[in-house]
């Protein structure tokens, strides 16, 4: 593992362990160069996925492929400042990540794959669920927001009864 701060190629693990989630393998590397200490995770990945974006011209599909790390940043800009732990929406991109590998395919539409981040946010936080929806959805107008918001309600009170 190539140093971080130096580019050095010999770095030390130092400690490993599962994180809490079990989805990882959390290990504390230190650089033979410049004695510099730093964090690694190591994930399962049970294939390579590609995200097919679809084009506004009308061209076809870009192929795009699958990261984890701007999903979680995603998904963590739409639960900012909601007081939802950082554990949590790793175990929803962990959760998303896991059903994208496991079914099978090596190509999934954006389309889909927003479609399975609002279903976790709806169970997560309301407002991050209305967050993330606004931006994927395209929200240009208030009565956009306000029409969204009123089925999120309706489907609360559905749910409630």
Do not use: W
């Not at 007081?83 to 949590?88: A, I, L, N, P, T």
Request: negative net charge; hydrophobic residues 35%.
């Amino acid at each position: 593992m190539r140093c971080p701060f130096c580019a050095h190629d010999d770095t030390q693990v130092k400690d490993s362990r599962p994180t809490e989630d079990n989805t990882s393998i959390r290990r504390r590397r230190q650089c033979g160069g410049c004695g510099a200490r730093f964090t690694t995770f190591e994930r399962v990945q049970l294939r390579e996925i590609t995200i097919l974006k679809s084009d506004e011209d009308g061209e076809g599909a870009r192929r795009e492929a699958f990261d984890r790390a701007k999903l979680e940043k995603s998904v963590a800009l739409a639960c900012r400042k909601r007081g939802v732990e950082q554990e949590r929406i790793a175990q929803l991109v962990s959760g998303i990540q896991r059903q994208v590998e496991t079914a099978g395919e090596n190509e999934i539409p954006s389309a889909r794959l927003g479609e399975m981040v609002m279903d976790g946010l709806k169970q997560l936080d309301t407002v991050a669920y209305i967050r993330f929806a606004s931006v994927y959805r395209d929200f240009s107008e208030a009565r956009d927001f306000e029409e969204f918001a009123s089925t999120v309600q309706e489907a609360a009170a559905k749910n409630s009864d």
